[in-house]
């Protein structure tokens, strides 16, 4: 037995050594710094898989690197912590790609190989398939009538929704569970219309299944022979979206649907192919702006003092006024909340710069020499975690690491946010089309709430939920367990009258927004 474990112990000493000396061997001394080489090419994949958005959060305090290399199987990936090198980067959108990701995508959600093949051409054009789409649909999603009309949509879900909770009287669940429910309604009647497939549950909890599913798939070759639950949902949300475009259910959802079909058949996708395409956009969709309103309206109703300074300056916005049937009429437009709510607008972007988790990933095209001194070699990735850029405290000040609800207010004296760190929508050529409505929408949500319930804790106290098993690619944490919690009419009685005029200006949320704006 001896001579057998001094022979496997130096088996693995000297595969340790070789591990070390190919490590030295291939890192260009142009490239960012490789850390994390403990166990070469084999530490940095356990960090990131135990540790999640927090383990570069833990290796930006550790290290103190602007930018920093960790040397994966096969592959490299450049972690960025300078909030200096962003702009630079973004500059470079052609060979720092955003779009790549994206039309690898496309076998994952099953598209043919004719569309996939599509969706990988002229990567670094304006004119390919990949880069090319966001800013065709972007005119939709900026203010105007068809932002508007899925304001409309989503807000008239909301008071549906509300007026059920009030002819309960008192009404228990899971404060996740309720979000998730009226949000993924909310969202999927306001951008698949009438014929909205998500509207039949198996087709609903299917998708479910893939969204929590869909890394799996990513990550391993065979996973479809592994995890065959997994393609069965994918492939029955596929159906049902196959089923709504023969239907011709794109001709009658909102722009952006009709948008997104208008520039897919330019490009000659098949309508199976474009059903599958919007499998795909429903990550977009609902994966992100769920999970966030849920942690808008924690840390609004868990914070006594947050939720009397925006009840009160919601309230502010309601008219009284007197129907036909001489009955009290309490009305709003939530059109108004974009500009005249400035403490609920600074809790909606002060929690998605404290819990949003996005990795930022990007691939490299081609070699890039960044800042004239730094190499960055092609076929590898590229990151901008959004927790990093958040709790910087050279961007955010020495409370970067806390919750403030007021840290957006202009004049409130906080230290001037730094928009290029708010990543939580991306930025440069790569910032997230539908951020105009998904704010405005959850914004909405937690102001008809805040107005008409009060939301109380089942156990006495709010305790903020861990996410230790939130998926890897969440963009927010789900949380581990729900939140139980009674929903408390405030005057049963009182009858509403909610509208949402028009909304001719964005929300200075992010750089791009605000730069904009000021033109």
């Given at each position: 037995m001896a001579p057998l474990?001094?022979?496997?112990?130096?088996g693995l000493a000297a595969t340790y050594l070789f591990l070390r000396f190919l490590l030295y061997l291939t890192q260009d001394p142009r490239e960012p710094p490789a850390i994390v080489t403990r166990i070469p090419f084999i530490s940095p994949l356990i960090g990131m898989i135990t540790q999640k958005s927090s383990y570069y959060n833990q290796l930006r305090d550790a290290y103190k690197l602007p930018i920093y290399t960790l040397r994966l199987p096969f592959s490299r990936m450049y972690v960025v912590n300078a909030t200096e090198l962003i702009p630079a980067l973004q500059k470079q959108w052609r060979t720092v790609s955003f779009a790549a990701i994206a039309a690898d995508a496309g076998h994952l959600v099953g598209m043919s190989k004719e569309a996939t093949e599509v969706m990988r051409r002229d990567l670094t054009?304006?004119?390919?398939?990949?880069?090319?789409?966001?800013?065709?649909?972007?005119?939709?999603?900026?203010?105007?009538?068809?932002l508007d009309e899925l304001n409309r949509k989503a807000i008239e879900v909301f008071v549906e929704e509300l007026g059920k909770l009030k002819t309960q009287g008192s009404a228990r669940t899971g404060l996740w569970q309720w979000t998730s429910r009226t949000m993924d309604k909310s969202t999927s009647e306001a951008v698949w219309g009438p014929q909205n497939p998500y509207r039949d549950p198996v087709v609903a909890e299917a998708w479910k299944i893939f969204e929590a599913g869909f890394l799996t798939l990513s990550v391993f070759p065979l996973a479809r022979y592994f995890y065959p639950r997994l393609v069965r949902a994918r492939e029955l949300v596929a159906s049902a979206m196959t089923d709504y475009m023969h239907k011709g259910g794109h001709e009658t959802a909102s722009g952006l649907v009709r948008k997104r079909y208008e520039h897919h058949r330019q490009f000659g996708l098949s309508h199976e192919d474009i059903a599958r395409g919007?499998?795909?956009?429903?990550?977009a969709v609902l994966s992100s702006t769920t999970p966030c309103a849920l942690w808008v309206l924690y840390y609004i109703f868990s914070d006594s003092g947050v939720l009397e300074e925006i009840r009160e300056e919601v309230s502010a916005l309601v008219r009284e006024t007197v129907d036909e049937e001489k009955r009290d009429i309490s009305s709003i437009d939530l059109a108004n909340i974009r500009t005249s709510c400035p403490v609920l607008l600074s809790t909606f972007?002060?929690?998605?710069?404290?819990?949003?988790?996005?990795p930022g990933p990007r691939v490299l095209l081609d070699d890039v020499l960044l800042d004239g001194r730094i190499l960055l070699k092609k076929g590898n990735m590229l990151m901008i975690p959004a927790s990093v850029q958040h709790t910087n405290v050279s961007a955010w000040g020495e409370d970067a690491g806390n919750f403030n609800h007021m840290r957006f207010v202009p004049g409130s004296g906080q230290k001037k946010p730094n928009r290029v760190a708010f990543r939580a929508f991306g930025g440069g050529h790569v910032l997230c089309p539908g951020r105009h409505f998904a704010s405005t929408e959850i914004m909405a949500l937690a102001a008809l709430l805040v107005l008409q319930f009060d939301v109380v804790p089942l156990a006495g106290k709010w305790v903020e939920p861990t996410w230790k098993n939130s998926p890897m690619q969440a963009g927010f944490p789900i949380p581990d367990e729900d939140i139980?919690?009674?929903?408390r009419p405030r005057e049963p009685g009182r009858v509403w009258q909610v509208v949402f005029s028009a909304a001719d200006e964005a929300m200075g949320i992010v750089s791009e927004d605000v730069a904009a704006s000021e033109e």
């Open positions: 474990f001094s022979v496997a112990l130096g054009s304006e004119h390919g398939f990949s880069v090319s789409w966001p800013k065709y649909i972007a005119p939709i999603m900026s203010p105007g009538k068809d919007e499998l795909g956009n429903t990550f972007q002060e929690v998605m710069r404290y819990r949003t988790v996005t139980n919690v009674e929903f």
